[in-house]
């Protein structure tokens, strides 16, 4: 863009923000939002991986804990380039978690802010095989060592997009799980591959081919009425194979927008 003999000043200003927020990585992007939030950090020992991990500053002592779970984030740098570093640049759940009062954890996935060049990491656990048993057992095994830590008896697992197709694996292998909140979520991976032209995720579970079988696990779905990675018709038709799960559209949301407008009230309806 060329110079004008009468710069406009703002919008230089404007620019030099952008180029300054775009110097921070994901990681170090969420840790600064985690830390004005009053969380505090931890990193945690899976059955394969290390997970980062939030808490809020919530007092625990039994009761229930809240755990939220971030979606897949940049799995790829472009269509066919895998990305060095999955992590997100926008922690939608982490600024979910910022307004529970609940005492609650941030579980992060195998791999992400920050871990990817850990041994045992590789792209497969953060593209094809994201949702694979090795990903799943390693952070059933530290949900269940905070499930432990805090000493709650109900857990509620709240998922964005992959984080809650996650989400809904997870609360078939934990019976303390007596809610899962979705938002955006992958419920149909193959139809969601074939939706968007992508390879098969080959050596992940489809939640379409796992059917609840847990009496007393309330499950709700959200998703935005102009979400076009996971569209309304696409999680719909997933939540009726899965056995009739309810599902809300909610109007002149997309994806990512504007889901902290509503999560209060989300909130208040827990049982």
């Given at each position: 863009m060329p110079w004008t003999r009468q710069p406009d000043f703002k919008g230089v200003l404007a620019l030099g923000v952008m180029l300054l927020n775009a110097c921070v990585n994901p990681t170090q992007r969420a840790e600064d939002f985690a830390q004005r939030s009053g969380f505090?950090?931890?990193t945690a020992v899976g059955s394969r991986f290390r997970h980062v991990i939030y808490r809020n500053a919530t007092p625990g002592g039994g009761g229930t804990l809240h755990v939220y779970i971030e979606g897949d984030g940049s799995p790829y740098r472009h269509r066919n380039v895998v990305a060095a570093d999955p992590t997100p640049h926008d922690?939608?759940?982490?600024?979910?978690?910022?307004?529970?009062?609940?005492?609650?954890?941030?579980?992060?996935?195998?791999?992400?802010l920050g871990l990817f060049a850990d041994r045992g990491c590789a792209p497969l656990f953060w593209t094809?095989?994201?949702f694979g048993p090795e990903v799943l057992d390693s952070m059933e095994s530290v949900l269940r060592a905070e499930i432990i830590r805090s000493g709650a008896t109900t857990i509620e697992l709240f998922g964005h997009s992959g984080g809650g197709t996650l989400a809904l694996l997870l609360a078939q292998r934990v019976d303390a799980v007596s809610r899962v909140v979705t938002i955006g979520a992958n419920l149909d991976i193959a139809a969601w591959c074939e939706l968007h032209h992508y390879s098969p995720l080959a050596g992940s579970v489809n939640p379409?081919?796992?059917?609840?079988?847990r009496a007393g696990l309330e499950i709700l779905h959200l998703v935005g009425e102009k979400d076009t990675n996971t569209p309304p018709f696409l999680v719909q038709a997933a939540a009726r194979a899965r056995g009739g799960e309810p599902v809300q559209v909610i109007a002149d949301f997309d994806h990512n927008c504007c889901w902290q407008s509503v999560w209060p009230r989300i909130l208040s309806s827990s049982p």
């Open positions: 505090h950090g931890q922690p939608l759940m982490l600024r979910l978690m910022a307004l529970d009062r609940t005492p609650s954890v941030y579980l992060g996935r195998p791999c992400y094809v095989r994201r379409a081919e796992v059917r609840t079988n």
